[in-house]
């Protein structure tokens, strides 16, 4: 074996072993903490049963319309690319075995159930979610509002294009689903995995 070979695998090895010494285990990291998936931060909501639920702390889109006449998450657009765009990105980073599917109610703001719910595994945040993890979603250094996946009312009331939006500063509102918002991905992951703490 030539010494070029050797000093190149020990190199490599050097790299793996620095790489895995800077990895922790994500169970071991409390709500509100960072770590990485690819190049994005994603903030620790909780911590629960084995299973951690996470949000990015950055926009991963901007600009992105919710859809064109629906506040019905499950058809929109804003769907379509989420799994299309995202979710993919995220199963390369963990492995797709390590992305939970889960079932999320699209209850309305106002407690209506017309939207029912949906099974899937990369989504944006709800509406009682929104609330509950208020603190930990503020991020004013983004600079657009964004977007849940909570309609504001059902269809047969006024308003019923209105999609639950949250600003940077925390403050949640409606707006209409064919502007163009931003993009903050919620997913739940198998907390056993080992991850890079973020900034």
Not at 48 to 63: C, L, Q, R, V, W
Request: glycine share 6%.
């Amino acid at each position: 074996m030539s010494k070029e070979l050797e000093a190149a695998r020990a190199l490599v090895k050097m790299l793996e072993e620095r790489e895995q010494s800077n990895k922790v285990k994500l169970e071991s990291l409390k709500a509100g903490e960072t770590f990485c998936i690819g190049e994005n931060d994603y903030i620790v909501l909780e911590q629960h049963e084995g299973k951690t639920k996470a949000i990015s702390k950055d926009f991963i889109a901007k600009h992105k319309k919710f859809a064109d006449d629906t506040a019905d998450y499950e058809t929109s657009e804003l769907r379509k690319y989420t799994e299309a765009e995202i979710q993919p990105t995220i199963e390369e980073e963990v492995g797709a075995e390590n992305l939970v599917e889960h079932t999320v109610s699209l209850t309305t703001v106002d407690g209506q159930d017309d939207y029912g719910e949906l099974t899937c595994k990369v989504r944006p945040l709800t509406f009682d979610e929104a609330r509950k993890y208020n603190n930990l979603i503020v991020n004013n250094d983004l600079d657009d509002w964004w977007w849940t996946c909570t309609a504001w009312t059902s269809p047969n009331r006024e308003c019923n294009r209105s999609i639950t939006v949250v600003l940077p500063s925390g403050l949640v509102c409606g707006n209409n689903c064919g502007f163009s918002r931003g993009v903050r991905p919620v997913c739940i992951l198998k907390s056993n995995i080992f991850v890079s703490k973020g900034k």
